[in-house]
């Protein structure tokens, strides 16, 4: 399962790192360091960063309500043991996806056959559908909670502003109570935010873990200082925004020995709309007659945002 959304993409964070390692204490969040004023332009910004970043998700959350249409789109996921490219559809009772490539390789007959009875059986079965459609809303639930939790988990510092976005740097609150084990991850991270200023949407984020973080004196798991994460979405198509990458970079280790090293990194690009009465079996058909061009030689340079950011 690939997150879709920033949203998701946020619940996928936070449930690699919770599933990583047993949970523990929240570590103490670094020291806030004063941040330079800086001149940002257009409408004056909240004097307050995080009543800002308050606007910011409620205005994230109303445009995830409001714009229900269906994409077609190129997947490529990476990480330390393989990658696949998929040309995945969107359709009122879930995705389907034909897999390209894998390590980079058009698929050997038996593997386009085993790919073929894959989407055959998700197409046939009803309740397999059932089943996928409430993952879906669980996880859609559990990502407004979490980014609702934003403003009060973090504080915000403005720190400046790029290519019409403004930026924004982030620590851990200090009396932040993490009402689960999922929003626990917030308490070890720092980074910064981007938000696009013309349209209030946010655009990226990238944070890291600022110290080590230990379960069980060490002994039961730890992830290590410097473990990185990467978010980013773009609008893609007019009021029409889109994750386009995600990148996943923790180690450790997790009971006594067992090595964690989760290296991942996921890219979604080449959007096209469908329609949003689509069904399941119309898109089988659509992805047997009418493949997605891919080429083994593809680097996907193309789906990383072109941005400083």
């Known amino acids: 399962m ?17 599933a990583a390692v047993p949970q523990s204490p929240a570590p103490a969040p670094p020291e806030t360091q004063p941040v330079a004023q800086v001149s940002l332009s257009q409408t004056p910004l909240p004097q307050d960063a995080n009543q ?12 995830e309500d409001r714009d229900q249409s269906h994409w077609r789109y190129h997947f ?27 390590n980079g390789q058009p698929l050997t007959t038996e593997q386009v056959q085993q790919d073929e009875d894959r989407m055959r059986k998700l197409v046939s079965d009803p309740e397999e559908r059932a089943k996928r459609i409430k993952r879906e809303k669980e996880d859609a639930e559990k990502a407004r909670r979490l980014l609702k939790a934003i403003p009060d988990a973090f504080i915000f510092k403005y720190d400046g502003e790029e290519e019409g976005m403004v930026r924004l740097s982030f620590v851990p609150a ?8 999922e929003m626990q991850v917030f308490r070890a ?11 209030s949407r946010l655009a990226a984020i990238d944070g890291a873990l600022f110290e080590d973080v230990t379960f069980g004196l060490g002994l039961l798991g730890r992830l290590n200082k410097g473990g990185t994460f990467k978010i980013t979405q773009r609008q ?3 009021g029409h925004w889109e994750l386009v990458s995600l990148e996943l970079n923790l180690s450790g ?48 340079g193309d789906g990383r945002p072109q941005t400083k950011y």
């Open 236 to 238: 893609v198509a007019p």
């Open 189 to 199: 991270l720092s980074g910064k935010l981007w938000i696009d200023r013309s349209s």
């Open 76 to 102: 490529h996921r990476d990480d330390e043991r393989n990658n696949y490219d998929r040309d995945v559809i969107e359709t009122k009772e879930g995705n389907l996806a034909r897999t390209v490539l894998f």
């Open 2 to 18: 690939h997150p879709r959304t920033l949203l998701q993409a946020i619940v996928f964070l936070c449930a690699t790192a919770v």
């Open 52 to 63: 800002y970043i308050r606007q910011a998700v409620q205005h994230e959350l109303a445009e």
């Open 174 to 181: 200090p009396h932040y109570s993490a009402p689960n084990r």
């Open 253 to 300: 280790h997790a009971i006594i020995f067992k090595t964690v090293n989760i290296k991942q990194r996921q890219i979604f690009r080449d959007f096209q709309r469908v329609s949003d009465s689509l069904t399941m079996a119309e898109a089988f058909q659509i992805l047997q007659k009418n493949p997605g061009a891919v080429s083994a030689n593809n680097d996907h």
